[in-house]
């Protein structure tokens, strides 16, 4: 069975993020992994020899009681599943050390679908740029990422956008979304970002893309360009004029959209709570 690996670090942004995961779960007949990475504090005993307690519980059997707890929330949501959709089961894991090299362990046992993780407020994107736990899962992880923003309105997702620079590499990420897209039912744009002053691709390469993307069977897949200046801020502007749910990247070393969307400015125009799928360049499966 398929799983949903769910992060949480029992903040109010990985809350959201694992009830939209709950309501995906339904339709990729999928269960969850509800996983909480820690790293342990020293237990000090006191002058009666008893552990140094936070509260009443050591930090572990603290995290063990949150993720009790979200677990419960999401088991309400899963009971209400339509009739006729799948009903996903709950598993809760725990793990000591590093997010990154734990959610690829998990990748490496498990048949994981996909990573999902919140984000707080603002742009999953930049998140994606500046949060160091989000940076780390999608360095290691061989499965695609889900980032889910906090406040977002996304409950199910009908538009997709997929931003490419015509690699050949990102057609690894339109075959995935082609086989998800025949379960989710949305449909894709996939949308070429080409900055003035920036190397344009060989006339081959552009050929052979277009001929690749011929092949892919998406019922209502099209394809738009921007170029010019400031593309960053004419992808956000697409991407609130067309009412995208999910913005997807290709990701991988020395990645065009690493640099696209590294500066401050950039960070700033694209604070719009739209999830965003990171898939990687050497995805297994």
Same mark, same amino acid.
């Given at each position: 069975? %398929?799983?949903? +690996?769910?992060?949480?670090?029992? =903040?109010?942004?990985?809350?959201?993020?694992?009830?939209? #995961?709950?309501?995906?779960?339904?339709?990729? %007949?999928?269960?969850?992994?509800?996983?909480?990475?820690?790293?342990?504090?020293?237990?000090?005993?006191? +002058?009666?020899?008893?552990?140094?307690?936070?509260? /009443?519980?050591?930090? !572990?059997?603290?995290?063990?009681?949150?993720?009790?707890?979200?677990?419960?929330?999401?088991?309400?949501?899963?009971? %209400?599943? *339509?009739?006729?959709?799948?009903?996903?089961?709950?598993? /809760?894991?725990?793990?000591?050390?590093? +997010?990154?090299?734990?959610?690829?362990?998990?990748?490496?046992?498990?048949?994981?679908?996909?990573?999902?993780?919140?984000? *707080?407020?603002?742009?999953?994107?930049?998140?994606?740029?500046?949060?160091?736990?989000? #940076?780390? !899962?999608?360095?290691?992880?061989?499965?695609?990422?889900?980032?889910?923003?906090?406040?977002?309105?996304? %409950?199910?997702?009908?538009?997709?956008?997929?931003?490419?620079?015509?690699?050949?590499?990102?057609?690894?990420?339109?075959?995935?979304?082609?086989?998800? =897209?025949?379960? &989710?039912?949305?449909?894709?744009?996939?949308?070429? &970002?080409?900055?003035?002053?920036?190397?344009?691709?060989?006339?081959? =390469? /552009? $050929?052979?893309?277009?001929?690749?993307?011929? $092949?892919?069977?998406? *019922?209502?897949?099209?394809?738009?360009?921007?170029?010019?200046?400031?593309?960053?801020?004419?992808?956000?502007?697409?991407?609130?004029?067309?009412?995208?749910?999910?913005? !997807?990247?290709?990701?991988?070393?020395?990645?065009?959209?690493?640099? +696209?969307?590294?500066?401050?400015?950039?960070?700033?125009?694209?604070?719009?709570?739209? *999830?965003?799928? !990171?898939?990687? =360049?050497?995805?297994?499966?």
């Amino acid at each position: 069975m %398929k799983k949903l +690996l769910v992060l949480t670090n029992f =903040s109010d942004e990985a809350a959201e993020a694992a009830k939209f #995961a709950a309501v995906l779960c339904q339709q990729l %007949k999928a269960d969850i992994i509800l996983y909480n990475s820690f790293l342990s504090q020293p237990v000090m005993p006191d +002058l009666s020899g008893s552990a140094w307690m936070v509260g /009443e519980l050591a930090p !572990v059997q603290e995290y063990q009681q949150e993720l009790s707890k979200l677990s419960h929330e999401l088991a309400s949501i899963v009971l %209400k599943t *339509p009739p006729g959709l799948h009903q996903p089961k709950i598993h /809760e894991e725990e793990g000591e050390g590093s +997010l990154g090299l734990n959610v690829k362990e998990i990748n490496n046992k498990d048949e994981i679908e996909m990573v999902v993780m919140g984000a *707080p407020q603002g742009s999953g994107l930049e998140h994606f740029l500046s949060g160091s736990d989000t #940076a780390s !899962v999608i360095d290691h992880s061989t499965r695609p990422v889900m980032i889910y923003p906090q406040g977002s309105n996304v %409950k199910n997702l009908h538009k997709v956008v997929f931003a490419t620079d015509f690699n050949a590499a990102d057609l690894i990420a339109l075959n995935y979304l082609e086989k998800l =897209s025949h379960v &989710v039912k949305f449909q894709v744009t996939v949308v070429h &970002v080409n900055e003035f002053g920036e190397a344009h691709l060989p006339l081959e =390469s /552009e $050929k052979s893309f277009f001929n690749q993307l011929k $092949k892919i069977d998406m *019922p209502g897949l099209t394809y738009e360009s921007i170029r010019g200046k400031d593309t960053v801020e004419r992808l956000a502007n697409y991407l609130g004029n067309s009412k995208a749910d999910l913005l !997807v990247l290709m990701h991988r070393k020395r990645s065009f959209f690493k640099e +696209l969307f590294g500066s401050s400015t950039t960070k700033t125009m694209m604070k719009r709570a739209i *999830p965003l799928l !990171v898939i990687p =360049s050497d995805m297994k499966g």
